[in-house]
């Protein structure tokens, strides 16, 4: 079943068709969209895309080309469809599976945007957040570390890669591995968000702030998270 969302963030409004095992648009998705720098010409891979809203931002900032994947089993005819409302389907290419794995080998980016699923698995699942379950691994950095590692060739001489991260996740192990693969790693921004009150009373949210995987703070009676956008480049 699909249905529209309507995008108010960098370049919107803009209508984009979600289904049921669509990744929607997320305040992580309006950050990074935000601190997008992308120069005319410019080849970028959209890492975890879901409706491809950051693919489409790209291309209307100037790409040449992007390549935008995603393990949504339908993020080709969904993609396909809002990149063509939105006039740039000549310039991104969609496709379906994990990480880079469905790119040539020879594909390189001048930008990767990395914003694949960042949370623990067990609290992905009980926020609902995202349709296809699971998240990314049991401490939230598997996957994103996973990424940086393959990303890294990737990434074309002087590129850069922006890269989400949160207080909901073992965001430190994420910092540190950035680190140990590139030679830059920079804070462009960051939010504090508050916590759905359903997923701030879980027993998962619990667990995993008693064992020190994810950081929550309080403010009056909210509880709070905070995301992270970084500028990564230079490989190590």
């Known amino acids: 079943m699909s249905e529209d969302f309507l995008w108010k ?7 984009l068709l979600v289904s049921d095992t669509t990744f929607r648009p997320s305040t992580i998705s309006t950050l990074i969209a935000r601190e997008l720098r992308i ?21 209307k900032l100037g790409a040449r080309h992007v390549h935008a994947i995603d393990k949504s089993p339908d993020v080709i005819e969904v993609g396909r469809a809002n990149a063509e409302a939105n006039d740039v389907a000549d310039r991104i290419t969609f496709y379906q599976g994990d990480l880079f794995e469905p790119l040539a080998d020879d594909v390189r ?11 623990p698995d067990t ?33 074309s001489t002087g590129g850069r890669l922006f890269l989400p991260t949160g207080s909901l996740q073992d965001e430190s192990s994420i910092i540190d591995a950035a680190r140990r693969l590139y030679t830059r790693v920079r804070k462009l921004t960051e939010r504090a968000i508050p916590l759905p009150g359903k997923l701030a009373t879980s027993q998962a949210l619990s667990d995993l702030v008693e064992r020190g995987v994810v950081r929550i703070s309080t403010r009056g009676s909210r509880s709070i998270w905070e995301a992270r956008v970084w500028e990564v480049s230079g490989v190590a």
Do not use: H, K, Y
């Open 123 to 155: 609290l992905a699942d009980e926020s609902g957040w995202f349709p296809t379950r699971g998240g990314g691994g049991t401490r939230g950095s598997e996957l994103p570390i996973r990424m940086l590692e393959e990303a890294r060739r990737r990434l």
């Open 9 to 15: 963030g960098r370049l919107g409004p803009m209508n």
């Open 39 to 59: 120069q005319e010409g410019e080849v970028a891979i959209d890492v975890g895309c879901g409706s491809g809203v950051l693919a489409i931002i790209a291309a």
């Open 109 to 119: 980016a001048d930008v990767i945007i990395g914003d694949v699923s960042g949370i």
